[in-house]
């Protein structure tokens, strides 16, 4: 179990490293921030997330230094983000940068950390104390702000996605949505709890085959998803779950989900020539292209501007495996996790009718 622990710790280690590499994609200028594995970072790299204005992501948080005091309420909170992070797919949380107050968040300034008040070792203790159990695999990577602010320092929590769930000090569980710490509910903490027993993937929404319309665009939605177990999955397929009204033609299969009518369109994995339903298997640390091949219309003259959420889900042998939810942005089709949250495993013989 240790040894399935530590590869999961290093894989989630490696995801964070690819979503902090990727552009936040809101600008040119924020296309070209280079940001490596941020268990390394350095100074240079902190004051390029400020001068480029880096966003956070479902990955990524940024925290002002007053967020590590003494106080009862500031420890607590630390527990929560932090716990929130292990309980979904990893993360890292910069202590030491302000963000702005405007949505979506963005570096603004370092903000630097006293460490002869606020050291790594008390930041340590903080969380070993008050996450329970203790999250494996967790890095602090105290940078030094020499130019800057010399003397003072910033603390980079890199924490990896865990095989188990971690209760806050508050007794609650917390997960990351919407680039914040929410309550869990209880089935999310079970599925969570069995992480461990079967195989975990992670996905990356994109677009394809996009074609320009008279006042609209036509495009094609294809996930890319990545067995980050050890586990080898056997049948995994991938449903797009697309908002009712978005032109999907023709419009069929529609189904309810959080009280919203959304359209289903099964995904294609072609290894040959001959489109299959599903990756017969999915070998550990593979990446397979699932393609979802209809056309969804998004009109910019009645759509303009607006973030419009989807959703995708992934099935394997045991059924459902992986539920993730991204905002895509008008008129530019940016794409931006916002949730995934493994789902729990069921036994074959469950599907057994009696």
């Known amino acids: 179990m240790q040894q399935r622990s530590t590869t999961r710790a290093h894989a989630s280690i490696r995801r964070n490293q690819e979503v902090m590499s990727a552009p936040a994609a809101t600008s040119e200028a924020r296309k070209g921030a280079a940001v490596r594995d941020p268990t390394i970072w350095e100074e240079a790299d902190l004051l390029e997330l400020t001068r480029n204005h880096y966003e956070e992501n479902l990955q990524l948080e940024f925290k002002r230094s007053d967020s590590l005091q003494a106080a009862e309420s500031k420890k607590n909170e630390v527990s929560k983000d932090v716990s929130a992070f292990a309980n979904c797919i990893g993360g890292t949380i910069v202590y030491g940068i302000e963000e702005s107050q405007d949505e979506p968040h963005h570096a603004v300034d370092l903000s630097p950390v006293d460490p002869k008040q606020i050291s790594k070792e008390w930041l340590e203790q903080v969380i070993n104390s008050r996450v329970q159990p203790r999250i494996s695999g967790i890095v602090i990577n105290p940078v030094e702000l020499r130019q800057s602010f010399p003397g003072k320092f910033a603390y980079v929590v890199v924490i990896p996605e865990s095989t188990t769930a971690h209760q806050a000090s508050d007794k609650k569980y917390y997960k990351r949505f919407n680039f914040q710490s929410v ?54 397929s991938a449903v797009l779950f697309v908002p009712k009204g978005w032109g999907v033609q023709p419009e069929e299969d529609l189904v309810e989900v959080g009280g919203d009518e959304y359209e289903r369109v099964a995904g294609e994995y072609s290894p040959s020539s001959t489109p299959m339903s599903a990756v017969a298997s999915a070998h550990p640390f593979t990446k397979y292209a699932i393609e979802f091949r209809k056309d969804v219309i998004l009109d910019g003259r009645s759509l303009p501007r607006m973030n419009l959420k989807v959703l995708v889900k992934v099935f394997d042998q045991f059924g459902l495996a992986l539920s993730a939810s991204f905002n895509v942005s008008l008129p530019r089709c940016t794409i931006v996790p916002l949730d995934t949250t493994p789902a729990i495993k069921r036994s074959p013989t469950a599907f057994t009718s009696s």
């Open 183 to 236: 309550p869990m509910e209880d089935y999310e903490v079970r599925q969570t709890m069995n992480r461990a027993a079967r195989p975990a993937y992670n996905i990356v929404l994109e677009t394809t085959h996009r074609n320009a319309l008279s006042g609209a665009v036509s495009v094609q939605f294809r996930c890319l998803l990545q067995n980050v177990s050890e586990i080898v999955g056997h049948e995994v």
